[in-house]
């Protein structure tokens, strides 16, 4: 089982939101601050992609996020690491334990065969987005696209993988309630929504609310649970460290 | 993955082309020809990227090639799915048994966490992948450059999540033949990588063959 580390955060956030319907998000938050994630129904997914707000070309890398930390999931005390050796986030607290990073998002194709298709003419804002769309959309407000879309984390969803490499979707894998913190060691640019995973069987298109919290939070100490989890992360935010020396 | 082996003649190939240990590569195929990776040593990684030809943002995808198969592993039959959901290459004969997309591609900045600091200074796929890119057309850059494939690699996941590079399954002159569903670009970096087993610690050429469909 991984541990949990329940950080302590200002009770008060900066900023709060609320999504609902295939809700969509992008921000930019500063190193130092908290972004908490809350699955306010149970099921949730939210799609995640991260850039250095700096030279967006950073960005978050599924293999050397995985590779340097030697798994295939993500969890407390995981680190998110672009592709510069650095570490853009660390999550500090998870009450869920396996988040998956492998399997992408979905397409306006697999929507339509999964769901059917509900245009907004039918159906106005109850109509069915998808993952890719999504994102492009938020990517667009800050001057990326196509380009830019890269494997994403999958927030609250766990698939696991058998020995012939087949993927299996672990259904009501996150409770009503669970949260995860990302604390950001780069200023980032977060885009995020909240559509379906992709290998969810579930025949339902049924978006789960999830809330946004920014908080303040301190700096990684010296024995910060992130930075001591492996002598790869510990290097990493050596760069990170490093990078903020010469540009402050 | 079924170890499928191919008719196609090398003497009858269009174009041969070795690529030496850390050596970049860039070639062009058109829909309907067939390209063949050959690990002549044995061991080898080939770091390799594809793109549409005419739109280098619609470029391979390693989650949408992972989700479209609902499996990690690439292997005959595998689809290689770009950003823009299009097919790009179908993967029709190999006889290694498999390949992996998840473990990505060396580069400076990411041996120095993985590795050590003092490691930064050797040569790694990113940098064979920048100039590669580079090359086909200036106006690209590192932003284009996503998580490629790692033919005749071995990085297996087990069921409770873990991840490791393992010594390879490939041989000498294990191949891998792909057939290009419209026309696409393919950029290969021959992995230098001195730190771990993807080459059994020992880096050697690969070499490429391209036959007319």
Redesign the interface.
């Given at each position: 089982m991984p541990d949990l580390e329940i950080n302590s955060t200002p009770d008060v956030p900066l900023f709060t939101k609320t999504l609902s319907h295939s809700g969509m998000w992008s921000g930019r938050i500063s190193r130092g601050k908290t972004l908490r994630l809350t699955d306010l129904e149970g099921g949730a997914n939210v799609g995640l992609l991260l850039y250095h707000a700096d030279v967006p070309s950073e960005r978050y890398n599924l293999p050397d996020t995985l590779k340097t930390q030697h798994t295939f999931h993500l969890r407390h005390p995981y680190c998110l690491h672009s592709d510069m050796g650095r570490v853009l986030a660390s999550i500090t607290t998870d009450t869920v334990g396996w988040h998956d990073t492998v399997c992408g998002c979905s397409d306006a194709k697999l929507v339509a065969a999964k769901y059917g298709i509900k245009t907004y003419q039918t159906a106005r804002n109850e109509f069915h987005r998808n993952g890719r769309d999504c994102f492009l959309l938020e990517l667009a407000k800050w001057g990326l696209g196509q380009r830019d879309l890269v494997p994403n984390v999958n927030v609250f969803s766990k698939v696991i993988a058998d020995e012939a490499g087949r993927l299996t979707f672990v259904r009501e894998h996150s409770q009503p309630g669970s949260r995860v913190d990302l604390r950001f060691e780069l200023d980032t640019i977060v885009v995020l929504n909240t559509c379906q995973h992709p290998l969810d069987p579930d025949s339902k298109y049924h978006p789960r609310h999830v809330r946004l919290e920014v908080f303040r939070t301190t700096p990684p100490a010296s024995d910060d649970a992130c930075r001591r989890s492996c002598p790869e992360n510990e290097r990493a935010f050596t760069n990170t460290e490093n990078y903020h020396a010469l540009r402050s | 993955?079924p170890f499928t082996s191919s008719k196609l003649d090398p003497s009858a190939a269009l174009h041969r082309h070795p690529i030496l240990a850390g050596d970049p590569w860039t070639g062009d195929l058109t829909r309907g020809q067939i390209l063949r990776i050959v690990d002549v040593e044995g061991n080898q990684a080939a770091d390799t990227l594809f793109y549409d030809s005419h739109d280098?943002?619609?470029r391979y995808?390693?989650?949408?090639t992972?989700?479209h198969q609902?499996?990690?592993?690439l292997g005959t039959g595998t689809q290689l799915i770009s950003?823009?959901?299009d097919v790009l290459l179908t993967l029709i004969a190999d006889t290694c048994g498999r390949h992996d997309t998840?473990?990505?591609?060396c580069?400076r900045?990411?041996?120095?966490?993985?590795y050590?600091?003092e490691k930064e200074y050797m040569h790694a796929c990113?940098d064979s992948f920048l100039c590669a890119v580079h090359t086909w057309r200036p106006d690209l850059?590192?932003?284009?450059i996503?998580?490629n494939i790692n033919f005749f690699m071995n990085?297996p996941?087990?069921?409770d999540?873990?991840?490791?590079?393992a010594d390879g399954v490939s041989a000498p002159g294990c191949y891998v033949e792909l057939r290009a569903e419209r026309d696409v670009t393919c950029v290969i970096s021959n992995c230098p990588q001195l730190n771990n087993p993807c080459n059994a610690y020992n880096p050697t050429p690969i070499e490429v063959i391209i036959w007319d469909s």
């Open positions: - | 993955m280098p943002a619609n995808s390693a989650s949408d992972i989700r609902a499996a990690l592993y950003t823009g959901g998840l473990g990505g591609a580069s900045e990411s041996n120095t966490t993985r050590a600091v990113r850059g590192k932003r284009d996503t998580c990085v996941v087990t069921s999540g873990q991840l490791t590079f």
